[in-house]
DNA sequence: AGGGAGCCTGAATCCTCAA
DNA sequence: GTTGAGGATTCAGGCTCCC
């Protein structure tokens, strides 16, 4: 239960051998910058460099670093790097060399949503970790996570077999009775982890560049060790792993070499602060507001679905005269009346000079809306045109057949 | 447009300099399986020089394929290199000495959900992707996504600046109008890909264990080509990125050292229409089919898409009048009448009572189908609708400006 | 030409105001 | 007071532009 203020390749001889269970490494990426951040008070500004004269001086850096790492390290124990583009692939292969290929566990990688960027090609949201054993008797903890939606019960519940023809089927007794499957626990980890990034508005940040979500480090302390085991991390600026550790009640140790970064973990592990993402919390589907029909149109009329606003429902993808055109799907139990204003007043803002509505059923046949307001254009949707189609085709069939 | 059988070191140095816009590679399995059976007996046994000499011939050869993919590769081009997670890092170095860390684009990773197995740790659920451009003067098309669920309306629509304080506000005119942000199409894809795994339905058909979705390459092909551009595979094996690209209006060149392979390139090729709708009728998987625009039209009418029929792009899922609806999208470049014989005679045999054709553009706006032919019936399609309304209205203003 | 300052972007939060 | 809809804010990364 430590926090040590020095140069890592300083103190990390200092440690004694075999006694760590998990070494959480979230070193520089030789992104070949200073990274700046304030606290949200404007009262203080961290910063760490991450500044090599080569490629060769970094990695060198980093060797020395592992093998002492693996030196610390129990023969149960894990280490998790955390890196990302600028230089996995170097770093894998020093892992490679100082833990041996044989040792590679996973390639764990941390996918997030992030605000996008003017980059040219593909937005980058991912970060890897590469995760490490000592030696082939590592202590992992299976977390199970929920059966996708799509999954059905049967499948879980019911035993399986495979019948005469080599297909597998639902295993039955003779007399015809379900055979249940042994206890299952659900779907184990994957190695692509969907956790979101620590938004800038997060309460859980405390003003430190690069800060890392505390779930991220629960769910690898959670999985590599057991309550007592200690952690280590040798680069661990604000203490996102060691406010984990403390929360999970394991013993750490943690190192940096700026005496600001220290000086907040310490802050940190006295009162953890952990925010629940809201996100997270409720499941993003929570945010989808749209059935599946109203998606459809908006779709084939190559339209921006748009959540979180309860009069407009999409945008369209360009501009018509020099400004956005919002559409609103009539709504079932609505009257296009109804329609109508909500779509206006929330497009009042939005400085639109034309609107679409869609009409989805036919409350008010008589009203021209077209002709009363222009800047709205009316359109029936499909479904409401073929409707009446077939409602007339039987009409002029009866009257043909009156003859 | 050639498949071409023999190794493609053989092969690749009789192609044209600066004449291919895209190389996709997935590299022959037999070196993989080398890799597999070391790491799959797990032992110590094999001393780590052995394996560096047989992973070095691996690198050595695949840096000679490199260096010729480059070399056919235009300046605009692009190379995805597939790699097995085994040796990913190995063969970023390599990517990175023969086209340059500056060319380095994007690390794709493909991510898929898959059964569960017992082994200890994390369950492997992704592959890699890596993307390097010839130089810096790539070709990109950004396909744009919808904006996530909790972004609100107000940031996408309104333009920002910084006001006294270097504080970023909303921009506003001197009456407090909001000024509009210029327009935008959504959010530019993400360097992780969600895409399942062949359905197995499909993979049973096919015979080909290493197949990757269609999906996966289309959406390379999409990104990094223009229609007419030149698709490379040197290690092409069933066709799959051939048939993506010949289907995608691009030419391609398939290099392979087994005949079997070209052999079931070759018949893919030739009669894509039956082996790929045999491949692709299961479903979600359908993509190479149609465009996005007839799959929109076809969901918001709840029609089912069907593949490969020149008449008819899909049916009601209800019956009307006891017998099923067919469903055609006037194409583009097709007057309505060519539409309309098209699906008369493909629907013939389908005993439909009502069949639907849904116009995108007007060719012959003085005909009235719908009175001279009772069983067709004419949508027009919501583009087609706007636009005229549009045109509507601008003569409308027209209209009134001139009193 | 090269380096640094500043701009653009949107995800997910916080905050405000109205009902 | 309570709720919640929707407007406002922050951040980092990659770009452009300017010196």
Known sequence: MKVLHDDCLTLLPTLEEDSVQLVYLDPPFFTQKEHFLRTRDNSTEYSFK????????????MQNVLSQCKRVLKKSGSIFFHCDKAAAHHLRVLLDSVFG??????????????????????????????????????KF??????????????????????????????????????ILAKEKKGVPFSDVWSIPFLNPKAKERVGYPTQKPILLL??????????????????????TTLVAAKLLGREYIGIDSSIEAIRLAEKRLTEPVKTDSQLLFTGETSYLEKTDYERAILKSIDALPVERNSGIDGFLRSYIEGSPVSVRIQKQNEDLETAKQKLLRASQSKNCA???????????????????????????SYDLVIEEWLERRKTIEVTSADK
């Open 50 to 61: 991450d500044n090599w004269r080569s490629l060769e001086e970094y990695l060198s850096f």
């Open 101 to 138: 290929s044989k040792n590679f566990q996973s390639e764990i990688i941390w996918a997030y949503k992030r605000w996008s960027n003017t980059k040219k090609g593909l937005l980058n949201s991912h970060q890897t970790i590469y995760f490490y054993s000592k030696s082939a008797d590592f």
């Open 141 to 178: 903890n299976t977390i199970y996570t929920a059966y996708s939606p799509t999954t059905n019960i049967d499948q879980i519940l019911q035993a399986r077999r495979r019948n005469g023809f080599g297909k597998v089927v639902y295993h039955r007794d003779e007399e015809g009775q379900v």
């Open 218 to 239: 629960e769910r690898i302390i959670q999985i590599s060790t057991d309550s007592g085991d200690t952690v280590l991390d040798p680069f661990c600026g604000s203490g």
């Open 354 to 380: 034309v609107m679409i509505l869609v009409r989805t059923h036919r409350t008010t046949e008589w009203l021209n809306y077209a002709q009363e307001e222009p800047k709205i254009m009316i359109i029936d």
